[in-house]
Nanobody, 114 residues
Framework: QVQLQESGGGLVQAGGSLRLSCVASGASGSINLMGWYRQAPGKQREWVAIKSSGGIANYADSVKGRFTISRDNAKNIVYLQMNSLKPEDTAVYYC????????WGQGTQVTVSS
């Protein structure tokens, strides 16, 4: 079993920055992919960014050039640096880990005011 705990959400003005963190515990040595998804009110959960244990990162088009995912494999932490935030980035952000199965964190709220 893998447990994921996010932190770092909050309220920020448009154009501002936030950094999300997600710590994996439990059977974290089995994790391959770690990443972030988000879900805005009334919308489906969508993929934001992922990074493999080998260091390959991919981003949704909507966040390319603004968000950066990084990962500390030794500490089993994944970060999401979010810059130039827009009101449409407002959502609950979920940490995701892929091992033998998928694991999800509880989510952290990010609110961007205009």
């Amino acid at each position: 079993q893998v447990q994921l705990q996010e932190s770092g959400g909050g309220l920020v003005q448009a154009g501002g920055s936030l950094r999300l963190s997600c710590v994996a515990s439990g059977a974290s040595g089995s994790i391959n992919l770690m990443g972030w998804y988000r879900q805005a009110p009334g919308k489906q959960r969508e993929w934001v960014a992922i990074k493999s244990s080998g260091g390959i990162a991919n981003y949704a088009d909507s966040v390319k050039g603004r968000f950066t995912i990084s990962r500390d494999n030794a500490k089993n932490i994944v970060y999401l640096q979010m810059n130039s935030l827009k009101p449409e980035d407002t959502a609950v952000y979920y940490c995701h880990a892929a091992a033998q199965r998928s694991y999800w964190g509880q989510g952290t709220q990010v609110t961007v005011s205009s």
